[in-house]
């Protein structure tokens, strides 16, 4: 009886483990089909971007015959493509640092200061997310306009000033740090901006990179506000450049993948280095 118990015990542990590794095997094939699929279509545009009159109706080749880097040097020298390099790099930092600052002294107020109708403001402005930049894009330009703001660097930067998923995501995130440090904080003699600067802001680093991330991106990728505010060809930003590159009649498409290559890369090199901040940041803020 004992060595048939102990047979059938081992049988039970061949067979978990015969389950575990076909399991993990399935998980592997499944990630891989994933990857690839996801990084075919990134492979294809640089491809494409070196292939001398590339067209979108031809057979996909990601090994080009006769691989050339014409349509990089046609981007920056036809167009002011630097320059729409440029723009983008500006609004977006400066949406960044506006964004972090905007939303972290906001989402402080809203989770550390009492006050009448806090939870009935910060409703209101939650609410705020609902409402598309579509339904914007007529009362903004107006009120743009009327300030002299239209195809200027403010204008296309004032409607991301504030995000109300940056105040949520933040103070979720303070909402996690102890009273009791801001309680030992004010009996060492420290104020709101003390309390604010050295002990909370510390502490949700995780999220402020977070946010930081989503701002850049989101500011990187904009494409309706700043084709509808901004005019001339030296003020666009790298989105609405892109867009100009596909002609009426004809387009280069090497040109246009070249382009589509040189915006992708700034975004990829950001999540690479700040994905294990995106994790923290979402997994400490308590958002599901």
Do not use: C
């Not at 590339?54 to 014409?70: K, R």
């Not at 195809?151 to 949520?168: D, K, V």
């Amino acid at each position: 009886m004992a060595d048939l118990a102990v047979a059938t015990r081992r049988a039970a542990q061949r067979a978990a483990t015969t389950k575990t590794r076909l399991g993990m095997i399935t998980l592997f094939v499944v990630v891989a089909l994933g990857a690839i699929a996801m990084i075919f279509p990134f492979a294809w545009t640089v491809a494409t971007s070196i292939t001398p009159g590339a067209s979108l109706t031809l057979t996909p080749s990601l090994i080009p015959d006769d691989p050339s880097l014409e349509a990089y040097q046609r981007l920056f020298t036809e167009r002011p493509f630097l320059r729409n390099i440029g723009n983008s790099v500006v609004l977006a930092l400066a949406t960044t640092i506006l964004q972090l600052f905007t939303s972290a002294t906001a989402a402080y107020a809203f989770s550390r200061l009492a006050f009448r109708g806090r939870t009935v403001v910060f409703a209101i402005y939650l609410s705020t997310m609902m409402i598309p930049l579509q339904v914007l894009i007529v009362p903004l330009f107006a009120q743009l306009r009327e300030f002299g703001l239209v195809n200027t660097y403010l204008g296309a930067l004032l409607p991301s000033f504030a995000s109300a998923f940056g105040i949520f995501l933040l103070r979720e995130a303070i909402n996690q740090v102890p009273r009791e440090l801001d309680e030992a904080a004010t009996i060492d003699g420290a104020g709101h901006f003390r309390i604010f600067w050295t002990v909370v802001l510390p502490n949700i680093r995780p999220a402020l990179a977070t946010l930081a991330v989503f701002a850049f991106m989101g500011s990187w990728n904009s494409f309706l506000w700043p084709l509808v505010v901004l005019r001339a060809p030296e003020m666009q930003t790298l989105p609405v450049a892109l867009a100009s590159l596909q002609g009426q009649y004809t387009t280069s498409w090497d040109v246009v993948m070249a382009g589509s290559v040189i915006s992708i890369l700034p975004m990829l090199a950001i999540y690479l280095f700040a994905q294990r901040y995106i994790v923290q940041g979402v997994a400490s803020s308590g958002i599901k």
